[in-house]
Structures are given as structure tokens and as C-alpha cells.
């Protein structure tokens, strides 16, 4: 019976190790898609996201065990790609600020995804509807 109780604990710990592993990497993956599409690989801010430990790079906070994304702030620094729909990847983002960017095209769909998120800022960054309508 216990033995039972512990063998069944270690298989319900290497199941979170692992959803934890594979969190990691999403959000990982989506703010490299990100830094992508939103540089084309050549933007000064965006040339500190290297390397592991993407929690670290600059504009970005994370939060918990998990090493969720929670925010991610890049005002004022140049981008003037395309917002990656990946961002709808980040599920646990809260907190998003890219203001006073040069960023084209449209605001992705998959930001619908981020059901935390309690701040946006994209002010002066998108195109606004009006200018590319009459455009
Ligand atoms: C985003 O998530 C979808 C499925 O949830 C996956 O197919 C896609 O590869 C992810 N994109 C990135 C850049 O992580
Ligand atoms: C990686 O980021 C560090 C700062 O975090 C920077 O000093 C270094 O030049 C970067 N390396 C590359 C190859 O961009
Ligand atoms: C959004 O960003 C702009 C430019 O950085 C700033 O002036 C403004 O106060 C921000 N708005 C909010 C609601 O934080």
C-alpha cells in the first residue's frame, strides 16, 4: 500500500518535472519566434536574448516554478517587424508593453489566448486603423 502511495508520488512528480520542462520551453520558443519577427534578428535590445536563462533577457519577467513569462516590457526599442502570433503562446503573460515601437501589420489574433493579461500596451506602435484605412 505505501509502496504503492510512493510509487504513484514519483510518477505524479516526473509528470510535473516534465509539464514543467515542456512550459519552459514554450515560452522560450515563443519569445524567440518573437524576437524573429519583430527584428528580423537586428535589434540592439533584442541581441541580449541569447543564450539560456531567457528569463533574464532583457523586457522579460518570469514568475514561479514554472518559469512562466509573466511580462513583457520593451518600450522605445526599435522593433519594426511584425508582432509573432507566438505571443499567444505565452499563457501566462500579464503584462504587455510594446509602446513607442515601429512594429507593422496586425495585432494577432492569439493574443485572445492571454487570458491573464491585465495590461496592454501597444500606443504608437501599430499602425492605427484609421491610418491604414486611409492608406
Ligand atoms: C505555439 O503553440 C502551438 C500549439 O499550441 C505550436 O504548434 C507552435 O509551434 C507554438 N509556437 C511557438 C513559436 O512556440
Ligand atoms: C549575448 O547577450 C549579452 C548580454 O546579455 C551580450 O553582452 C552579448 O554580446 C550577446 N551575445 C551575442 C552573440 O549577441
Ligand atoms: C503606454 O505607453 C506610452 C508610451 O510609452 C505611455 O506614454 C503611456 O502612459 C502608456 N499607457 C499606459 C496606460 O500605461
Given at each position: 500500500?505505501?509502496?504503492?502511495?510512493?510509487?504513484?508520488?514519483?510518477?505524479?512528480?516526473?509528470?510535473?518535472?516534465?509539464?514543467?520542462?515542456?512550459?519552459?520551453?514554450?515560452?522560450?520558443?515563443?519569445?524567440?519566434?518573437?524576437?524573429v519577427a519583430a527584428t528580423g534578428g537586428i535589434s540592439s535590445v533584442l541581441t541580449s536574448w541569447n543564450g539560456s536563462g531567457?528569463?533574464?533577457?532583457?523586457?522579460?519577467?518570469?514568475?514561479?516554478?514554472?518559469?512562466?513569462?509573466?511580462?513583457?516590457?520593451?518600450?522605445?526599442?526599435?522593433?519594426?517587424?511584425?508582432?509573432?502570433?507566438?505571443?499567444?503562446?505565452?499563457?501566462?503573460?500579464?503584462?504587455?508593453?510594446?509602446?513607442?515601437?515601429?512594429?507593422?501589420?496586425?495585432?494577432?489574433?492569439?493574443?485572445?489566448?492571454?487570458?491573464?493579461?491585465?495590461?496592454?500596451?501597444?500606443?504608437?506602435?501599430?499602425?492605427?486603423?484609421?491610418?491604414?484605412?486611409?492608406?
Amino acid at each position: 500500500m505505501a509502496r504503492r502511495s510512493v510509487r504513484l508520488l514519483l510518477l505524479l512528480s516526473a509528470c510535473m518535472f516534465f509539464s514543467t520542462l515542456a512550459a519552459a520551453e514554450d515560452d522560450e520558443a515563443a519569445l524567440l519566434a518573437f524576437k524573429v519577427a519583430a527584428t528580423g534578428g537586428i535589434s540592439s535590445v533584442l541581441t541580449s536574448w541569447n543564450g539560456s536563462g531567457y528569463c533574464s533577457w532583457e523586457g522579460v519577467r518570469c514568475r514561479g516554478m514554472r518559469r512562466r513569462v509573466v511580462a513583457l516590457n520593451l518600450p522605445s526599442q526599435g522593433l519594426t517587424g511584425v508582432l509573432s502570433a507566438a505571443i499567444g503562446n505565452l499563457t501566462s503573460l500579464r503584462t504587455l508593453d510594446l509602446s513607442s515601437n515601429g512594429l507593422n501589420g496586425d495585432i494577432p489574433a492569439s493574443l485572445g489566448r492571454l487570458r491573464h493579461l491585465h495590461s496592454l500596451n501597444l500606443s504608437a506602435t501599430m499602425p492605427s486603423p484609421d491610418r491604414s484605412l486611409s492608406t
